[in-house]
């Protein structure tokens, strides 16, 4: 039996990725970037085993037994990467007709709908990749076909997936824009929202923009590309106000892009906005933009913050959203905050006004978040120890 | 002392108005396209009195003394309303220089946010203009400079404002599309949502859209102009499915443009979008659209519905967002609801299935409502006998 394990991070668009050219593909209508999140926080995390004595492929996610042949999202990454192995000559371990286990995990709710599938299909894709031997230059085109934006998750740092043109998306690919050193105090807080309410799929709801939004195509034709170039210069230069600006007028045309669809597409509900009201009040209240928000297909935020002001940012932050839960464990998950980093960071005024409590954002409702996650940006996909394994090297299932 | 009295209506845009090219004229980016309500349930109400004995030009309105002198906009169509009866020759029945009385009162909450200004100064404007004996014609574009969609209440039926090309705007004028007789029996239910939020005035929300969304520009040129072509051709053929569809995907767009703007407007709440929803949930359930949303610059809905429709849609309304007053003869407004055309109008299979209590949309909350004004498609402004006089003829005060 050949096992192998690995991790890949979850990332978050700032320039983000709405509408496929090709369904089947998963090509896009414009190029994309994102930031991938450390995964000491979150990861997903994949086993997977090969043995001549499986009698079938067979995938175990999140402690359930899922469909995987009938899959053909996975059937698709699996023979893209059995190609590449038998295209590359390289002597094979183990002959690729071996049936497959694997095993994956997120070690984040995939309930908070933070791009977990986006970091499964990459773990799957660099996990199978490294069972196979096959090394990891063309990878990105291939998880891109399981999930589109799960290309981005294969490198770490800032990440452009470059829309490509060819029309079998060889060349839609993920490239690095900077490595996770070039920025490294460039810090997360994830807003979890409570929202019960029904949402359409990204996959619908792209499609539909795709269908009925007239505003889609000029996003993807003339706004998009002259974003992405402004917000890689500005991550290059390490000017966050620039960064911060573009990143929130991006989600916010997306949002918009999702609006404008038939029947609209609505994806961020009154606490979102809410949010977004409070970091555009901040901002104000410090004198320049040192917060961005930046939300997905759903209605929690994702807050980018120099490490430097997350102390200063989440006093406000508990005031203008208080929480029963505020000072539970369960509340505030990451990255500790470092007191002593919160006692230097406050020295100017503008932060003093802020911890003195004389910024005020009232919201009158309590307990409008659920919890909140401090990361930071992080490397690509790792392989793990035959410690971490998920997979019972003995019975070929899953621990 | 001269005294005139006139009402005007309420007009709902259904291709909207967002974008000025200049703001002090009031000229638009766009032709919008509107429906003038009845004034037997909205309208504003105006008396202006002409007296040599006034001292100084006063107003009242809504039962307070409000500035006028000082007020740029009231100003300015006053001027254009003396130029214009100067240039007409027309034998003045008193000279331009005695000063004016106004008292104006809605027979509506302004706190509805429910275009309370573009009833106003049309009927301050039409009752000025009868004041000084001038004909109708050019008073459009007179009271579009007071509020643009002013222009549009000028007119009974469906109104299209025409853009124009000329720096004075001159040629910035509405004029009707239809008269309310062409199509009597569209009708509208006003869903009055509570809100507490702290909303972008429209003034404001539109010149940063022009000022930062990069859509607003292709939504203006492009997409506006074909569909109020589209919709024209839809209101003239009576054809209630595309006329439908039009208004909500415009309604879309305009929250998407004020989405798109930065710092973002955000006009619907959860509400709104609930009740969205909704209607698309209903269109799907009765299997063809048979009611329309659109939403102005706040968070009340405005349900365009043919009159037959009204019960079974009133009906499902209730059961869905079910509210503790509603059998109050206060959460329910305006046009009563015939109870005949409502056993007539549920004889289809359709709407048994809604009438029955099959059809769900499912909203856990209750009161989501503040009330429902059910009204419908009326005339322009109206002179009134001087028994309907706001302002006492003895004293130039108001009653």
Known sequence: MFIETCIAPVNIALIKYWGKRDEELILPINDSLSMTLSTDEMCAKTTAAACSSFKEHRMWLNGEEVPFEENPRIMRCLKALQRLALAKGESLKFPL????????????????????????YACLVYTL???????????????????????????????????????????????PVVSA????????????????????SSTKGMQRAVETSDLIKYRAKYCVPQRINAITDAIKEKDFETFAKIAMQDSNQFHAIALDTYPPCVYMNDVSHAIASFVHAY???????????????????CLYVLKEHVPSLLQALNKSFPNDNATNVEYFKGIPIDKNVSANASASANDDIILNGNFSFAINERNLLKYIIHTKIGLGPQRLN?????????TGLPF
Request: glycine share 10%.
């Open 283 to 301: 901002n104000t209240a410090v004198g320049h933009t040192r917060v961005a928000y930046t939300f997905d297909a759903g209605p929690n935020a």
């Open 97 to 120: 007709e071996w049936k497959l286990h694997i095993v994956s995990r997120n070690n984040f709710p995939t309930a908070a709908g933070l791009a977990s599938s986006a970091a499964g």
């Open 181 to 200: 050193s070039h920025w490294p105090n460039m810090h997360v807080l994830i807003l979890v929202v409570n929202d019960g309410r029904k949402k359409t």
């Open 386 to 394: 035959k410690d971490e394994s998920l997979i019972n090297a003995t």
């Open 129 to 175: 990749a490294s069972l196979y031997g096959i090394a990891d230059e063309e990878l990105t085109a291939i998880a891109r076909q399981g999930s589109g934006s799960a290309c981005r998750s294969l490198h770490g740092g800032f990440v452009r997936w470059h829309m490509g043109k060819l029309e079998d998306g060889g060349d839609s690919i993920a490239a």
